[in-house]
Nanobody, 118 residues
Framework: VQLQASGGGLVQAGGSRRLSCAAS????????MGWFHQAPGKERDLVAS????????YYADSVKGRFTISRDNAKNTVYLQMNSLKPEDTAVYYC????????????WGQGTQVTVSS
């Protein structure tokens, strides 16, 4: 599966941004999807994930209550709604896909930059 992330940009602290990740291929609906972020000099960390049927979601503690992950399998797209953005949310955001279970993420999008100004 190929992934294309979009929606990044410059936003003021307290603002909102919605990221999208469009996937190619007919098997999108079986994948667990995740959003990661990577700030300069830091590791790439998982921000949120969603199961194939949206039944299970995960959020990093740093974004709980502010970010919402969702997916539309009919459109082969996963979203990350980011509210109440903070300067520390500034990073490159990547979408990724993996098979259900404990498989590692094996498909990655190209990343989209989100910059939050104070």
């Amino acid at each position: 599966v190929q992934l294309q992330a979009s929606g990044g940009g410059l936003v003021q602290a307290g603002g909102s941004r919605r990221l999208s990740c469009a996937a190619s291929g007919r098997t999108f609906s079986i994948y667990t999807m995740g959003w990661f972020h990577q700030a300069p000099g830091k590791e790439r960390d998982l921000v949120a994930s969603i199961s194939w049927n949206s039944g299970d979601t995960y959020y990093a503690d740093s974004v709980k209550g502010r970010f919402t992950i969702s997916r539309d399998n009919a459109k082969n797209t996963v979203y990350l709604q980011m509210n109440s953005l903070k300067p520390e949310d500034t990073a490159v955001y990547y979408c990724a896909a993996r098979m259900p279970g404990t498989r590692p993420y094996e498909y990655w999008g190209q990343g989209t930059q989100v910059t939050v100004s104070s």
